[in-house]
C-alpha cells in the first residue's frame, strides 16, 4: 500500500481538527452508524473545554490503495515545541487558513518551520461558505507570507482548494458542485511526495512524542527512517551525540489505524509507528538496530521565553482539597512533564522546596498547572517572568514578540494607547474589511504578561489578539504594573456578607460570603494605589431595639472569579496564586503582615 505523511497547520479555531474528523469520516475509517466524537482529535479535557490542540497526535485513513498518515498539530506558538518535533515526520504538509481572518502570526510560526525543511504545502481556504468570507483575498496574504519566509520557487507554486471542513466539501474553484473531500484527498496523494526511506538499510527511528501507559509502560513515537523492525526484535536507543543509552527487546508495536492504535507484527521505512518497551530513550533519541552507531540528527528546539516558580502549598487551608502535597511528589510530576514535553525546563532551588519552570509562554506553564490541579495536586504560583539574556557587548536582552490585532475601528484608539504604555511599537495598521481594522506591535513579551483580560473589555469582547516570538532584542525600559491595590484578609475564618458588603465601597471583591479566608489572602482589590487590610469575619452589631433601615437585607455584587491563567498573570513580585483541586486563591507570598512591612522596606532600601 502507497504511503503518504503529512502534517496539517492551522491558527487557533480556523478549522483544523473538524477538517480532520471529516477526513476520518469519508475515508470509510468508521462505520456509516458509528458514533464519533465532534472534534475526535482534541482528546484531552483541556483540549475539549478550551477548543484548542495542545498536543500533537497522529491518525491514519485509507483512501482507495493509500495510507494517510496525517498528524494534528498544535495551533498556538506557546506549544511550539510539539510542532518543530512533528514536522521533522512529515513530508507534506495542508495549511488550513480561515476565508476571513487569513494566515495568522501562529500560523507564520508554523509555516515558517515548515518551509525551512523544504516541505512542499497545499493551501485550503478554510469557511468559504461563510458570508464574511474573501477566499482571493486570503490566497493573496498566503502567497505575500510565503513570499516574506523565503519559501522556492517550487514551495511558491503552491495548490489552492477552498473548503467547508463543517459541511465536508473541498473544491477546486469556488463555481464547482459540493459535494465531499475527494478533491483534498486526491490532492494530497498527487503532491505530497512518497517518504524518502531506505528498506534494505539497518532500522533506525528517531523518537517524536512521548507518552506513558499504565499498562505498557513509555510509548515513544516516531518514523521509521530506514530498514524494518518485528515486534519483539532487540533494539538499542542512541542518544544525539551517539552515545548508548539501552538494549532492550521491543515489547510492542503499534501502528495508528483510525484513532486506534493497534498492534503490528512489523513496520518498514517511511511509516510512522510507536514502540514499547524502553526505559530510559526520550525524545529526539534514535531508536535502532545494534549495529548502528550513527543517530539521527534532531531539530533543535528554540529554547525558553518565560519562567514561574511552582512550590508546595504552604497556607493555612493546606492539605484540604489535595492528596498530592509533597515537593518530592511535585519534583516527580514536574520531572516527567519535561522529560515529555522538551520545550519545558524545570530547575529545583536550593532548599527544595520550589521549582522554576521554564516554558514559551503563560498559556503553556498554565495549562501544566491546571493539569496538576486536576490531578490531585496543590501548589503554589508564582507570576510569570521572562528570561533576560546578555548580548556580546553586556547589554541586557529582552523577549520580543509579534503581536497581530483585529478590532473595530471605534477601538483602535485605546488599543495603540495600551499597546504604547506596554512599550509596543505600531509596526503596521491596515483595514481589513468589514469595519476592522488589522493593527501589527512589536512587542516585549513581558508587555503582553496579562494584558488578554484588560484587552477583551476594551474591545467589548470582540477583539481578536494573535502573537508569536520573534527573537530577542535590546531592554525596552520598564512597564507600569498593576495600578491598583489589593484587600487583603487579616482574621481567618468563614467570610460574612454583612462585612464584605460594607467593604464593597473599598473596590470589587474576589469572594462571596461563607467562604474560608486566612490571614495574608486577597479577597478584593482596592481602587487606591496601596493594599488595605480588612476584616471580612466582622458581623453585624445585634441590639435589642429595632430602628427603621437597620435591617436591610444584605444583596452583594457578583464577585470577580479568575480563570487560573487570568490569575497568575495578575499578581504582582510579592504574591502567589494557591491552586488546589477545587480552589484557586490569590496571597501574599508573606502572610504575616509584620514580616510584609519588614520586606518591603528591605526591597525598597535595596532599590535605592
Known amino acids: ?68 498518515n496525517i498528524v494534528d498539530t498544535p495551533g498556538h506558538a506557546d506549544f511550539g515545541g510539539e510542532v518543530e518535533r512533528i514536522l521533522s515526520m512529515v513530508d507534506g504538509v495542508v495549511l488550513l487558513v480561515d476565508a476571513a481572518e487569513g494566515p495568522m502570526p501562529q500560523t507564520k510560526f508554523v509555516t515558517m518551520k515548515a518551509l525551512s525543511l523544504g516541505l512542499k504545502p497545499i493551501v485550503v481556504v478554510n469557511k468559504a461558505d461563510k458570508p464574511d468570507a474573501r477566499a482571493d483575498w486570503v490566497v493573496d496574504q498566503v502567497f505575500d507570507l510565503f513570499v516574506a519566509l523565503d519559501a522556492t520557487e517550487e514551495q511558491l507554486d503552491f495548490p489552492v482548494l477552498f473548503a467547508s471542513a463543517k459541511q465536508g466539501w473541498a473544491v477546486n474553484d469556488l463555481g464547482d458542485e459540493r459535494e465531499d473531500l475527494n478533491v483534498l484527498f486526491e490532492k494530497i496523494v498527487d503532491h505530497v511526495p512518497e517518504p524518502i526511506a531506505d528498506e534494505n538499510g539497518p532500522f533506525r527511528m528517531l523518537a ?19 530498514g524494518k ?18 538494549q ?30 524502553l526505559s530510559k530513550a526520550t525524545v529526539a533519541d534514535t531508536i535502532c538496530a545494534l549495529d548502528v552507531e550513527e543517530p539521527l540528527e534532531a531539530r533543535p528546539i528554540s529554547p525558553p521565553t518565560m519562567s514561574m516558580t511552582i512550590s508546595v502549598n504552604d497556607s493555612p487551608l493546606a492539605g484540604l482539597d489535595g492528596d498530592k502535597l509533597t515537593s518530592r511528589m511535585i519534583a516527580d510530576r514536574l520531572n516527567r512533564e519535561a522529560e515529555a514535553n522538551i520545550a519545558i525546563q524545570i530547575t529545583q532551588s536550593a532548599e527544595k522546596e520550589s521549582f522554576e519552570v521554564a516554558g514559551r509562554g503563560e498559556l503553556q506553564l498554565g495549562v501544566l498547572v491546571e493539569t496538576m490541579r486536576r490531578e490531585g495536586f496543590e501548589v503554589t504560583v508564582g507570576p510569570p517572568k521572562v528570561l533576560y539574556k546578555t548580548g556580546e557587548n553586556g547589554e541586557k536582552l529582552e523577549p520580543m514578540e509579534e503581536a497581530q490585532i483585529d478590532v473595530d475601528e471605534e477601538f483602535s484608539g485605546v488599543v495603540v494607547e495600551k499597546m504604547g504604555l506596554r512599550k509596543g511599537e505600531l509596526m503596521e495598521m491596515v483595514p481589513s474589511g468589514g469595519g476592522k481594522v488589522r493593527l501589527r506591535f512589536a512587542i516585549p513579551s513581558r ?5 488578554q483580560g484588560e484587552f477583551l473589555a476594551d474591545t467589548r469582547g470582540s477583539g481578536i489578539l494573535s502573537r508569536i516570538f520573534t527573537g530577542y532584542a535590546p531592554f525596552k525600559g520598564g512597564i507600569p504594573g498593576r495600578r491598583v491595590g489589593v484587600l487583603i484578609s487579616a482574621e481567618k475564618g ?73 490569575a497568575i498573570a495578575y499578581i504582582e513580585a510579592d504574591e502567589l496564586v494557591e491552586v488546589t483541586p477545587n480552589h484557586i486563591r490569590l496571597r501574599k507570598a508573606i502572610l504575616d503582615p509584620h514580616e510584609r ?12
Open 229 to 246: 523492525v518485528k515486534m519483539g526484535e532487540t533494539v538499542k536507543a542512541i542518544s544525539q551525540k551517539g552515545d548508548r543509552i539501552e
Open 447 to 451: 508587555g503582553l504578561i496579562g494584558y
Open 597 to 608: 512591612k519588614r520586606d518591603k522596606k528591605r526591597r525598597a532600601a535595596e532599590e535605592n
Open 248 to 277: 532492550v527487546r521491543l515489547s510492542k508495536l503499534l501502528a495508528f489505524r483510525g484513532l486506534k492504535r493497534e498492534p503490528i507484527e512489523e513496520a518498514s521505512a517511511g511509516d510512522i509507528v510507536a514502540v514499547a518497551g
Open 1 to 68: 500500500m502507497a504511503l503518504r505523511n503529512l502534517a496539517i497547520i492551522a491558527h487557533v479555531d480556523h478549522g483544523k481538527t473538524t477538517l480532520v474528523d471529516e477526513l476520518l469520516k469519508q475515508s470509510g475509517t468508521f462505520r456509516a452508524n458509528q458514533q464519533l466524537d465532534e472534534r475526535a482529535m482534541d482528546s484531552g479535557d483541556l483540549e475539549k473545554e478550551r477548543g484548542i490542540t495542545i498536543l500533537a497526535k497522529c491518525t491514519s485513513v485509507e483512501w482507495k490503495d493509500t495510507r494517510l
Open 208 to 226: 517524536t512524542t512521548l507518552e506513558v501507559d499504565p499498562y505498557l509502560g513509555r510509548i515513544l513515537t516516531g518514523r521509521i527512517f530506514s
Open 494 to 566: 468563614k467570610a460574612v456578607a454583612y462585612a464584605l458588603w460594607n467593604l464593597e465601597e473599598r473596590g470589587p471583591l474576589f469572594i462571596p460570603g461563607g467562604v474560608d479566608v486566612y490571614p495574608g489572602m486577597i479577597i478584593g482589590e482596592h481602587n487606591k494605589g496601596q493594599d488595605l487590610e480588612v476584616n471580612p469575619l466582622k458581623g453585624k452589631q445585634l441590639t435589642n431595639v429595632r430602628a427603621s433601615g437597620k435591617d436591610d437585607a444584605v444583596k452583594l455584587t457578583t464577585p470577580i472569579t479568575r480563570t487560573l491563567e487570568e
